[in-house]
């Protein structure tokens, strides 16, 4: 069973960078897309990012186009999110989430069939 733990997290001032990362173990890494979300205090879990196995195409919420990166190795089994020119509007628990479904890469999170504990990303004005 596929098993996912996040790291990276912290408090970071705005116009700073973080990079997070989700270790995977269990099923073959490249073999499922990638997905991050997050989700601050009192609004829904939203969709950042999502990575295909192959890590050839990726996709972002337009909230995050320009200043988020999803990247990954899959001989590590990790896949990254580096946050850059943070806002304090970025403050959330950010979870990866893996798809192990055989279709194009999606953003409704429903769609996710693990999920991490989580990491706390808190972003300072």
């Known amino acids: 069973q596929v098993q996912l733990v996040e790291s990276g997290g912290g408090l970071v001032q705005a116009g700073g960078s973080l990079r997070l990362s989700c270790l995977a173990s269990?099923?073959?890494?490249?073999?499922?897309?990638m997905g991050w979300f997050r989700q601050a205090p009192g609004k829904e879990r939203e969709f950042v990012s999502v990575i295909s196995g192959n890590g050839a195409v990726a996709e972002y919420a337009d909230s995050v186009k320009g200043r988020f990166t999803t990247s990954r190795n899959n001989a590590k089994n990790t896949v990254y999110l580096q946050l850059n020119s943070l806002k304090p509007e970025d403050t959330a628990v950010y979870y990866c989430a893996a798809d192990l479904g055989i279709r194009p890469l999606v953003r409704r999170d429903t769609e996710y069939d693990i999920w991490g504990q989580g990491t706390q990303v808190t972003v300072s004005s």
């Open positions: 269990g099923r073959t890494f490249s073999s499922y897309h």
